[in-house]
């Protein structure tokens, strides 16, 4: 699954360490970008030696770890951030997607579902959404997945992945009008969504307008999605 991405938000959030964590942090941060993850480990270390009252310590931490690929390290530093602050939005977010990929989805799904109920809009929220959605797909659960991205498109209608997902979970159920006309919103609001392209191909071949679907795939293929090549050649040469 895939995981956030560190922002300038982020670094907002450095200023509020004690002010004997503020150098260690600023090492760590600065080699967490750089993906330094050793040096950016003994700096958030030090920081969490000196500040062990703050969450943002082992998040940071714990960041760098998930990065790094370990999850169980990460996993601990989240649930030591959680018990000094159990509403961080950002931590539980982080933790359902560890947990998500060490295959606990009720416990991780909790934690998304605690997101909604502290951040009910904004993008905590969409991000939560857009995890709870993949997991029920994966899960072959369409008609969950449907009314989850129903709730997304409705706090998010400029996210462009949220329409997408929409549309694929619509064109799964056979809904292929509605399914449409939101993967064609999706790439309206973003071009370069290739997966946006591949999909609408699958269902306007399905509604026997081939000449749309290939023009479709063709936009996919320029975008970088190979996965379609057979059927742009079967179909469209």
Known sequence: MKHLLLTAALFSALFTCAQDAQPDMLAGMTALRKADHATAEKAFTAAAAASPDDPRTWYYRAVNRMESGDANGALSDLERSLSLDPTDVHTLLRR?????????HTQADLDLQRVLAIRPTGPAA??????????????????????????????????AQAWCNRGIVEAGLHMDTPALADLEKAVELDPTLDQAYAHMAAVLFRMDRVQEACYALQQARDLGDVS??????????
């Not at 359902?96 to 606990?104: R, T």
């Not at 072959?140 to 997304?152: E, F, H």
């Not at 379609?228 to 040469?237: D, G, K, R, T, Y």
């Open 126 to 159: 969409e991000h939560a959404l857009l995890l709870i959605g993949e997991r029920q797909v994966a899960a072959d659960d369409r008609v969950s997945a449907k009314r989850t991205y129903d709730r997304l498109v409705s706090i998010a209608p400029l996210n």
């Open 96 to 104: 359902a997607e560890v947990l998500s990929d060490q295959g606990h």
């Open 228 to 237: 379609i090549e057979e059927m742009l050649f079967v179909h469209c040469e």
